[in-house]
C-alpha cells in the first residue's frame, strides 16, 4: 500500500483523492474487478494463499541474433544482463531450433534446476538469470481455399527434446534458414509431430491478434478449435503479444479455456524491448515442469498475473488510412462501411475491428480464474517524458542505471515499489509511475503501419503542475 508521507499526501492531493482502478468499467457483479497495483495493492496481495511460495518474472519468447530483423548483439550474455535490470528471472533462449545457436546454447549454457539453465560464465550462479530452451516456428499451408500464415511458440524440457524435435522436423522445411523457420505443415500437424517427440513439449499460438502470421490474423482462423483442430485439446495458452491485452481477449468466449500468457518477442536485448511483456508466476519448485503446470493450471503453480504493453502502442491497432492520415475507432469504421473518407478507398482494418467482429460478449466481462494484468510503460520511456530526453540518450542511461541501483530492478521499482518510497527519491518520477500503475495513460492509437505514440496522462493539467512545482 502507499505509505502516508509528506510525498504521497502531494499525490493524492495532485490527484484529487481519487482511487482508480486500471479497468474502472470493469463488470463488478459479474465478475471480479482487477486487483492489481493501480488499486494501490502490493503484489504480496495477489499471492492469496501461495504467499509461502516464490515468484518469478519470466519471458518465454524473445529471439537470438539468427532471426531476421533481431540485433546481432543478442547474444546470451548481453540476454542475461539486461533481464537482471529488467528484473527478469527466467527467460527463452529464443531460436533454438536454429543449428548454430542451438550449438551455441549447448556450449554456454549449464543446466541450473530442472528444465532450466544459466550461463557457464556466471560468477554468481544464486543470482544468474535462468533461460528456458524456446523457439518459434512459422507453419504456411493451405486450408481449404485460404493460406494460413501461423507462428507458434514452443516450449522444450532439455537439449535431447530439442534435438529430437529437430530431427523430426527437418523434412518440413529448412532450421538453418532463419531463427524462426518457415514449415512446410499445418498447425495440428506441428503439434502431433512436437508432441511424438514429448508430452513435455509446450506448443501455443504467439501474437494470437497480430494482423499478419497469427492465429486471429488476416491468414488465420476464428477460434482455437478451428485452427488445431483435433489437435485443440493439447493447446494450452494464448499469447496475448504486443496487439492485446487481457481484456481484449475476454471478450471472445472461446478464448477462456485457454491461460493467457504475455511475453515480449523481444528482438534486441534493451531493456524497453526485454521483458516488456511478461508472466509473474507462482511456482511449486523453479523447474521447467512447474512453469508448464503454470501454464496447464496443474498443481499449485499458477501465472498470477501478466505484464502488458498498451495495445493501443500497435501499428494496427485502430482502422485507418496512412496515405490519408485517417484513423477511426471500430464504430466510426462500421458506420463508414470501412471506407476512408477522404480518398473513397478500402480502410486497413484494425485489431479492435477484427475483435469486434469475433466477439460474442461485451466490453467488462472478465472470466472468473482469469489472472490478474498490468499495463506498463518501459522505464526508460517514462524516464525520456519526466525528463524530456531520448530514452536512448546518455542522461536518460545513467538515471535508469541509477535507479536500478537503488531499487533493485525495473520491475520492482515500477509494479512492487510503494509510491510513496519512489517519491522519496524522486517525486516527479513517482507521480507518473503512480498515473501508470492507474492506467491513466492517453494514448493515440497505431494505424495502417503507424506506431501509437504517447499523447500524455489523464489528468494533465494536474501533472503538469506537480512537476513544475
Known amino acids: 500500500m502507499l505509505g502516508e508521507g509528506g ?30 497495483l493501480s488499486n494501490l495493492a502490493r503484489l504480496e496481495q495477489l499471492l492469496g494463499g501461495f504467499k509461502e511460495k516464490p515468484y518469478y518474472y519470466v519471458d518465454m519468447h524473445i529471439h537470438s541474433k539468427y532471426s531476421r530483423a533481431t540485433s546481432l548483439d543478442m547474444t546470451l550474455e548481453n540476454i542475461a544482463f539486461s533481464a537482471k535490470l529488467k528484473g527478469l528471472n527466467i527467460v527463452g533462449t529464443g531460436d533454438c531450433t536454429h543449428p548454430k545457436w542451438l550449438r551455441e546454447l549447448k556450449k554456454s549454457l549449464v543446466e541450473e534446476s530442472p528444465g532450466l539453465y544459466r550461463l557457464r560464465s556466471e560468477k554468481n550462479p544464486e543470482k544468474a538469470t535462468l533461460f528456458i530452451l524456446q523457439g518459434e516456428v512459422n507453419t504456411v499451408y493451405q486450408d481449404g481455399n485460404t493460406v494460413k500464415r501461423i507462428h507458434h511458440v514452443v516450449l522444450f524440457p532439455d537439449f535431447e527434446t530439442v534435438k529430437q524435435a529437430c530431427d523430426a ?15 512446410k505443415c499445418s498447425s495440428p500437424e506441428l503439434v502431433e509431430i512436437l508432441k511424438s517427440v514429448s508430452k513435455n513439449v509446450e506448443v501455443f499460438p504467439a501474437h494470437v491478434w497480430t494482423p499478419h502470421f497469427s492465429i486471429f490474423g488476416t491468414h488465420g482462423y476464428i477460434s482455437v478449435k478451428d485452427c488445431y483442430k483435433d489437435k485443440h485439446n493439447d493447446i494450452h495458452a494464448l499469447e496475448t503479444g504486443l496487439s492485446s491485452d ?72 485502430y482502422p485507418g488510412h496512412r496515405g490519408c492520415s485517417v484513423s477511426v475507432d471500430p464504430e466510426r469504421y462500421f458506420r463508414l462501411k470501412g471506407i476512408c473518407p477522404v480518398c473513397s478507398r478500402k480502410l486497413t482494418p484494425g485489431v479492435e475491428t477484427h475483435i469486434e467482429e469475433l466477439a460474442d460478449r461485451p466490453k467488462g466481462i472478465r472470466p472468473r480464474d482469469a489472472a490478474d494484468y498490468v499495463h506498463l510503460i518501459p522505464l526508460s520511456e517514462i524516464i525520456g517524458y519526466v525528463y524530456s530526453t531520448d530514452p536512448n540518450s546518455k542522461k536518460a542511461w545513467s538515471i535508469y542505471y541509477s535507479l536500478v541501483k537503488d531499487f ?21 518520477l513517482a507521480y507518473v509511475v503512480d498515473l501508470v500503475r492507474r492506467d491513466m495513460v492517453r494514448i493515440r492509437p497505431g494505424y495502417d503501419g503507424v506506431y501509437g505514440e ?3 496522462f489523464y489528468s494533465q493539467d494536474r501533472l503538469q503542475a506537480f512537476m513544475n512545482s
Open 169 to 183: 522436423m527437418e523434412h518440413i522445411g529448412d532450421l538453418s534458414a532463419d531463427g524462426r523457420p518457415l514449415l
Open 7 to 36: 510525498e504521497t499526501s502531494l499525490i493524492k492531493q495532485a490527484m484529487g483523492n481519487k482511487l482508480l482502478l486500471s479497468n474502472p468499467k470493469m463488470n463488478s457483479t459479474r465478475v471480479k474487478p482487477s486487483e492489481t
Open 408 to 428: 533493485g530492478s525495473e520491475y520492482r521499482l515500477l509494479i512492487e515499489t510503494p509510491v510513496g518510497e519512489i517519491a522519496k527519491r524522486d517525486r516527479r
Open 454 to 456: 504517447i499523447e500524455g
Open 246 to 317: 487481457p481484456p481484449m481477449n475476454w471478450r471472445v468466449s472461446s478464448n477462456d479455456p485457454y491461460t493467457l500468457v504475455s511475453n515480449s518477442d523481444s528482438h534486441s536485448y534493451y531493456p524497453w524491448r526485454l521483458g516488456r511483456e511478461a508472466n509473474i508466476m507462482v511456482l511449486e519448485e523453479l523447474s521447467y515442469r512447474s512453469i508448464l503446470n503454470a501454464i496447464r493450471k496443474q498443481g499449485r503453480s499458477r501465472i498470477i498475473l501478466t505484464v502488458e504493453t498498451y495495445p493501443e502502442y500497435g501499428k494496427y491497432h
